[in-house]
């Protein structure tokens, strides 16, 4: 049974420039959550997607940006990307979004230079 | 202050000690408490959740929740090598379809 699935693993960008992560959820699963996990920091709430919708969101600029395909699977965009944005970036997949449902991917490592 | 504080440590314990890991809360609205474990190079994987006061034990593991204290722990009974590992405990609203707040994770080493 496949887990929660995260490409690229990691990624070098130049401020300034655009990525995309990708993420495919749990099978069973039908909510992707997406996590910012900066160097020693625990992993801060970006936004929910359920039904291709958000559903919600944390405190995170405009420049980042989801979206969830009918399969369920999910991207995160970031644009304009500032040095600051250099983390791990973590998906979490769940059927219905309650947090105790929550199974992480291993994550994508960006870094910006 | 932040909505869930928790000592970044590091932690470090001999073999076969009893670990004690903490977190508090501000928010009395938070109902699902979790905690989880990562290993280094990975991603976070659920240990404990309960979502009410009182003690919660599975197998070495004992989650405790103090709703009038906003205050919830972890304990690990025989720890092993193996446990060593960041311990984040995640604070969740009710009613599901909440957001999750992490602590900041406390770094733990079971020295053999």
């Known amino acids: 049974d496949a887990g929660v699935t995260q490409s690229p693993t990691h990624l070098i960008k130049t401020r300034g420039q655009q990525v995309t992560l990708r993420c495919s959820p749990k099978?069973?699963?039908?909510?992707v959550s997406w996590y910012q996990q900066a160097l020693g920091q625990g992993p801060q709430f970006i936004f929910q997607?359920?039904?291709?919708?958000?559903?919600q969101r944390g405190n995170f600029p405009d420049r980042f940006s989801g979206h969830q395909f009918p399969n369920y699977s999910s991207e995160l965009n970031v644009n304009a990307l500032l040095l600051g944005d250099s983390a791990l970036y973590l998906c979490?997949?769940?059927?219905?979004?309650?947090?105790?449902?929550?199974?992480f991917g291993s994550g994508t490592r960006l870094t910006v230079v | 202050q932040k909505e869930v504080e928790q000592d970044p440590g590091p932690l470090s314990v001999p073999e076969g000690a009893i670990v004690s890991l903490n977190c508090t809360y501000s928010?009395?609205?938070?109902?699902?408490f979790m905690w989880y474990r990562q290993y280094s190079r990975k991603g976070p994987e659920l240990l404990m959740y309960?979502?009410?006061?009182g003690n919660k034990e599975d197998g070495r593991f004992t989650a405790q929740v103090d709703k009038s204290s906003k205050y919830i722990s972890l304990f690990i009974r025989d720890s092993q090598p193996s446990d060593s590992a960041t311990y984040l405990c995640?604070?969740?609203?009710?009613?599901?379809?909440?957001?999750?707040?992490f602590g900041i994770g406390t770094k733990l080493q079971v020295i053999p």
């Open positions: 928010n009395s609205a938070f109902q699902y």
């Open positions: 995640a604070i969740e609203g009710s009613g599901g379809y909440q957001k999750v707040t």
């Open positions: 979490a997949s769940s059927q219905g979004g309650a947090g105790y449902g929550y199974t």
């Open positions: 997607y359920y039904e291709e919708e958000e559903r």
């Open positions: 309960t979502y009410s006061s």
């Open positions: 099978s069973g699963h039908d909510t």
